[in-house]
């Protein structure tokens, strides 16, 4: 299984990110899609998460921000980020869970910075 991550860069305050991940290979089935974040000087944060039938979980820190959504069809994962803060700067991290193996992305960047 290999993961394709996109987007993120650099944004001001208040602006708006949005985070893709894309999986492909030998996928029979995902159980969850997501995204972890890392930010300078900080322990790897659970960012959100979305699981089969469309349940979410987001961390407290971006709840009413940030929005995760799933196309089952492309085995692709969405994050859009909005309203976004410094604090929220890190290398973010796309996992998988499939069949109870778990797959990562490369790290994207996103800077929110003035």
């Known amino acids: 299984v290999q993961l394709q991550a996109s987007g993120g860069g650099l944004v001001q305050p208040g602006g708006s990110l949005r985070l893709s991940c894309a999986a492909s290979g030998s996928i029979i089935s995902i159980d969850a899609m997501g995204w972890y974040r890392q930010g300078p000087g900080k322990q790897r944060e659970l960012v959100a998460t979305i699981r089969n039938g469309g349940r979410t979980n987001y961390a407290d820190s971006v709840k009413d921000r940030f929005t995760i959504s799933r196309d089952n069809a492309k085995n692709t994962a969405n994050l859009q980020m909005n309203s976004l803060k410094p604090e929220d700067t890190a290398v973010y991290y796309c996992?998988?869970?499939?069949?109870?193996?778990?797959?990562w992305g490369q790290g994207t960047q996103v800077t929110v910075s003035s």
């Open positions: 996992f998988v869970l499939t069949r109870g193996s778990s797959y």
